[in-house]
């Protein structure tokens, strides 16, 4: 197992929106929590239904926001803490990096891109699944394709644990990125409540849309 905890790849401009987008989910779920209805309530009538976007209808027993807008705002829902704080973490390490290449706007269109297609990936694989999805796993995990693609070489910090043998090491992020993808192919069809479909769709999203911009950029810097 293994937890990146920083990248040694520091930024020059301030990461606005990386920020704002923490600072969101964090707030969305706190809402969440200490809603009168509860944290599930939240998840029934925010989350992304699969069933409900290829039927174009499902009854849950709670009033549903408008089904195309769930594509939204399933991506701001957290199931747990944990789960908060674990996508707050990756988007923190590897959000500030690819928002300072892309620029603060076209990041936001980037980041809600991934999500969106990591969402329509996972409806297209379950199209009867009537369990809520929700978090930002699928645009972060765009974030972390974009990473790949731009700073392969790029020293992260990460928690190792084998067993009973703990340390931290730092290894090119290409090799926990890939790692990371390779871990969600492996785990695809054994379910455990987590969208695999959505991580691998948002990573390849994120390589596809940020590798011709880096191609473009590189072929005018040496022209």
């Given at each position: 197992m293994f937890i990146p905890l920083k990248d040694e790849n520091p930024t020059l401009k301030f990461p606005i929106v990386t920020i704002i987008l923490v600072i969101v989910n964090c707030l969305v779920f706190f809402y969440q929590v200490i809603s009168?209805?509860?944290?599930?309530?939240?998840?029934?009538?925010?989350?992304?239904?699969?069933?409900?976007?290829?039927?174009?209808?499902?009854?849950?027993?709670?009033?549903?926001?408008f089904w195309p807008l769930s594509l939204i705002t399933g991506m701001f829902l957290h199931g747990s803490l944990w789960h908060l704080l674990g996508n707050m973490l990756y988007?923190?390490?590897?959000?500030?990096?690819?928002?300072?290449?892309?620029?603060p706007l076209r990041f936001l269109w980037f980041y809600l891109a991934c999500g969106l297609s990591a969402s329509l990936v996972q409806v297209a694989?379950?199209?009867?699944?009537?369990?809520?999805?929700i978090g930002a796993s699928g645009a972060i995990a765009g974030?972390?394709?974009?990473?790949?693609?731009?700073?392969?070489?790029?020293?992260?910090?990460?928690?190792?644990?084998?067993?009973?043998?703990?340390?931290?090491?730092?290894?090119?992020?290409?090799?926990?990125?890939?790692?990371?993808?390779?871990?969600?192919?492996?785990?695809?069809?054994?379910?455990?409540g987590v969208a695999w479909f959505?991580?691998?769709?948002?990573?390849?999203?994120?390589?596809?849309?940020?590798?011709?911009?880096?191609?473009?950029?590189?072929?005018?810097?040496?022209?």
């Open positions: 009168p209805e509860g944290l599930s309530y939240q998840v029934l009538r925010f989350g992304i239904i699969p069933y409900e976007i290829t039927h174009w209808h499902i009854d849950v027993g709670v009033p549903r926001v988007l923190w390490i590897f959000g500030n990096n690819v928002e300072e290449f892309l620029g694989f379950s199209p009867n699944s009537r369990v809520p999805m974030l972390l394709g974009a990473y790949l693609i731009l700073y392969p070489t790029a020293r992260v910090k990460t928690l190792v644990f084998l067993i009973f043998y703990i340390t931290i090491i730092s290894v090119p992020a290409w090799v926990i990125l890939s790692l990371w993808f390779f871990l969600q192919l492996a785990n695809v069809g054994l379910g455990g959505a991580h691998i769709g948002g990573f390849l999203v994120g390589v596809a849309l940020v590798y011709p911009r880096k191609k473009k950029r590189l072929k005018f810097h040496f022209a």
